[in-house]
């Protein structure tokens, strides 16, 4: 049974950080583009970050690009989202998953995603 399951999330001020966790269990993530996505209030659900499968290439939302760092360790079968410089509107359920690629990310298109992980800026 495929699972991912997110962790780390919270609530900070703005300007603050927090590190999401991935742990993918059931599958292995070296076959899958892994990204993270995100779905506020009221908003569209937005990809934020995504690391391909095809050359390991980081690709990011304009709205976090600078701030938040993926990452992957391997030999745990986990995945990052590392956020700095928090702004509220950062404020949402953070979704981790897997695709076939990182545009199917970011068209909002996945193989399998995890339960979310509330995060709240504070201004």
């Known amino acids: 049974q495929v699972q991912l399951a997110e962790s780390g999330g919270g609530s900070v001020q703005y300007g603050g950080s927090l590190r999401l966790s991935c742990a993918a269990s059931?599958?292995?993530?070296?076959?899958?583009?892994i990204g993270w996505f995100r779905q506020a209030p009221g908003k569209e659900r937005e990809g934020v970050s995504c690391?391909?499968?095809?050359?390991?290439?980081?690709y990011y939302a304009d709205s976090v690009r600078g701030r938040f760092t993926i990452s992957r360790d391997n030999g745990q079968n986990t995945f990052y989202l590392q956020m700095s410089s928090l702004k509220p509107e950062d404020t949402a359920v953070y979704y981790c998953?897997?695709?076939?690629?990182?545009?199917?990310?970011?068209?909002?298109?996945?193989?399998?995603w995890g339960q979310g992980t509330q995060v709240t800026v504070s201004s």
């Open positions: 998953a897997t695709a076939a690629s990182c545009a199917d990310v970011f068209w909002n298109t996945y193989d399998y």
């Open positions: 059931g599958l292995s993530l070296d076959y899958y583009a």
């Open positions: 690391i391909s499968n095809s050359d390991g290439s980081p």
